[in-house]
Structures are given as structure tokens and as C-alpha cells.
């Protein structure tokens, strides 16, 4: 694996496998147990918003995990403001925090109030999406090979990608997080060009992370997750 970037929620790898094991591992990011509100019982709500859109909203506010929760563990939190303004995820508290604090959940004006309960459990991307960790996906890596008079064009808008000169060609590595061949393509085509894409072995993957979990932790536990479907498959194949 040949690491391309990382951020605080992201990171960029380029790895030499298959299409179809790298698809693999991205359904399997689906299959991991992250937690998210899904119970609410509103007992006030003053805001415009129907109950069942104050619910949905606070399903999608990812939470922190806890490394000790297990299937079947309940946790509880509670909202309650009488403030004007934004209601905001940082209003939440109970037994979880929430990643990010300035996320909207309605709007109050003078006098109205908002007051609820709600309770969080561990489930799965598959079963609905407030349950999932993050997004995973990849392209190739590939080699484009150009007109030499769109050099300083390309070096110009992606000054990070190697280019090398070949007669009156170039050859440009798009092996980078910012994909090259769409802006090369788009060129060719204006200027009545031909242009050559060649597939590499490798991938360029992204994970992306939803703040539960960093996107390391995606990658392993959905790769874990896989090895333990395929062992289940093997022994009843036996």
C-alpha cells in the first residue's frame, strides 16, 4: 500500500488489488456496528418542524463510539431548550457526545420550547444509513498519454502529478487523490485531440469517515468482517 494523503476524516492510499476484492471490502464498510439515535419521544415541540423530521434529523447526527458498547446496549440522551434560535447537536446530552456540535436540528423562536428523549443502539449501514461509519471508494491508477502542446496546461492546474516527455507526446501518472484523466479527456475533446488512457494494477482508494470511527478502523473492521463471511461460507462448503 502506498499512502497518498491523510487528513482528520480521510484518508488516500493507492493498493495493487482487484476491482472486485476492493468492492468487496467497500459493501462490507455496511456491515460495521455504529451507533446513531434511533427511539425518539418528543413530549414538546414549539419549533415548525413535524416530530418525525425532528427524529430523522437526530438519526443522522453521527455519535462518538464507545469501544466497551455491545449489541442489545442501550444508551439515552435528552434535549431540552427554551433558547431562540438554532437548536444545535450540542444541545445533546446523556451517554453520548456527539462528533460534530454545531449541526442544526430546528428553530425556536421567543416562548416556544423543545423538549425530548431519545435512545441510541449499535446497528448497520444495511439496515439504514444513520448507522453507517463512512464512504469508501477507489478509481484506477492510469497513464495518459497527450499532445506535448497541452504541457504547461497540465502542469499548471495539477503541478503535483509526474509528467514525462516521449517526441511529441507526454505521459501523465494520475495516481494522485485529485483525478487527472476527466480534465485530459475534456481537453482532447475541445481541441479535436486524441488522448490515450492506460489502466495501471493499482487503485487510488478513498475512506472517508463520518467522525464515529477514524477511517483506519473502517478499513480493518470492514477487511475483518470479510475474512469472517468468507470462513463462515468455507465451512459450510465442507
Known amino acids: 500500500m502506498r499512502l497518498i494523503n491523510k487528513k482528520n476524516e480521510k484518508i488516500i492510499f493507492g493498493a495493487e488489488i482487484g476491482e472486485s476484492l476492493a468492492n468487496a471490502i467497500r459493501r462490507h464498510v455496511n456491515e460495521i456496528s455504529i451507533a446513531a439515535i434511533d427511539e425518539v419521544e418528543i413530549s414538546k415541540n414549539d419549533s415548525p418542524l413535524y416530530d418525525e423530521t425532528i427524529a430523522h434529523r437526530l438519526g443522522l447526527i453521527p455519535l462518538k463510539m464507545e469501544k466497551s458498547l455491545k449489541e442489545g446496549d442501550e444508551k439515552k440522551l435528552k434535549l431540552k431548550t427554551t433558547k431562540e434560535g438554532l437548536v444545535l447537536s450540542k444541545e445533546l446530552k446523556g451517554d453520548f457526545e456527539v462528533v460534530y456540535g454545531n449541526i442544526p436540528i430546528t428553530l425556536l423562536k421567543a416562548d416556544q420550547e423543545m423538549n425530548l428523549n431519545a ?38 492546474n495539477f503541478p503535483g502529478n509526474k509528467i514525462k516527455e516521449k517526441g511529441d507526446k507526454i505521459i501523465i501518472e494520475d495516481d494522485l487523490e485529485r483525478p487527472v484523466v476527466d480534465f485530459c479527456e475534456g481537453w482532447a475533446i ?25 477511517p483506519e478502523e473502517i478499513l480493518k473492521k470492514s477487511v475483518d468482517i470479510l475474512k469472517k463471511n468468507l470462513n463462515e461460507v468455507s465451512k459450510k462448503l465442507k
Open 119 to 156: 435512545i441510541a443502539r449499535l446497528g448497520r449501514g444495511k439496515e439504514h444509513a444513520k448507522f453507517s461509519p463512512g464512504l469508501m471508494f477507489y478509481r484506477n491508477n492510469c497513464e495518459i498519454v497527450l499532445d506535448k502542446e497541452f504541457l504547461n496546461e497540465i502542469r499548471e
Open 190 to 214: 475541445k481541441n479535436n485531440k486524441k488522448v490515450e488512457v492506460k489502466d495501471k494494477n493499482e487503485l487510488v482508494v478513498t475512506i472517508e469517515s463520518f467522525g464515529q470511527i477514524s
